[in-house]
């Protein structure tokens, strides 16, 4: 019962460099999405997802990138990494029904940019 | 997007019920109103959701305002396992764009 996976946990990057923050879903959801947690804040929506083949921005999205080639993965790729993107990642997925639509989380990556 | 508001903090004793509240002024008249929790160092997680009735679950009870313009999550008796952040937040509208406010931190005193 694997639900959402984030890998990896833990990172450190340097300036400039960069990476893709892998997330997998096994439950079938249409709908993904990566949220940022700066230490003692609430989640900021990065991008989502609707479906395979659609991304759309969130409340922050610079300096990010996404794809969605398939209903499981969803990566968040961060091109030239910068201090202010030192942050824990979520990844979420959630699949509508009738009674509503519960959003399941990934276990969170923390990255450092040193 | 809807917004929702939530006070930054609150306070309970262990056995003691809790009321959290959530103001969700703009809410559309088909998104749910769901609550989700998160444990230091954790991912968020389902608490409860609902839509016009309240709501009861294992976890916690789910009180609608009859405009929806308002919820209020109540723990019946807190315990320290239940000191975390709580959020409220509605479905994301038409789009699905789902985003959280700040949320309220409870602490929980023995």
């Known amino acids: 019962n694997a639900g959402v996976t984030q890998t990896p946990k833990f990172r450190i990057l340097k300036i400039g460099q960069s990476m893709t923050l892998q997330c997998t879903q096994d439950?079938?959801?249409?709908?993904m999405y990566w949220y940022r947690q700066d230490p003692g804040m609430g989640l900021k929506l990065i991008y989502y997802?609707?479906?395979?083949?659609?991304?759309d921005k969130g409340e922050v999205p610079n300096g990010y990138n996404v794809s969605r080639s398939t209903t499981e993965d969803f990566p968040l790729r961060l091109e030239l990494a910068a201090p202010s993107q030192t942050s824990v990642y979520f990844c979420?997925?959630?699949?509508?029904?009738?009674?509503?639509?519960?959003?399941?989380f990934g276990e969170g990556s923390w990255l450092t940019v040193v | 997007d809807a917004k929702t508001t939530q006070p930054n903090s609150m306070e309970s004793n262990e056995e003691e019920p809790v009321h959290l509240p959530c103001n969700h002024s703009t809410i559309s008249g088909t998104d749910y109103i769901h609550w989700y929790r998160q444990l230091p160092s954790q991912g968020p997680e389902y608490v409860i959701h609902g839509l016009t009735s309240n709501v009861n679950n294992r976890m916690a009870s789910l009180a609608i305002a009859e405009d929806r313009k308002s919820s209020t999550l109540i723990l019946h008796r807190a315990t320290l396992r239940d000191a975390a952040v709580y959020y409220c937040?509605?479905?994301?509208?038409?789009?699905?764009?789902?985003?959280f406010g700040k949320g309220t931190l409870l602490t929980v005193n023995p």
């Open positions: 937040s509605d479905s994301g509208g038409s789009n699905y764009k789902l985003t």
């Open positions: 979420a997925s959630r699949q509508l029904t009738g009674s509503g639509n519960t959003i399941y």
């Open positions: 997802s609707v479906g395979a083949g659609i991304t």
């Open positions: 439950m079938n959801h249409n709908y």
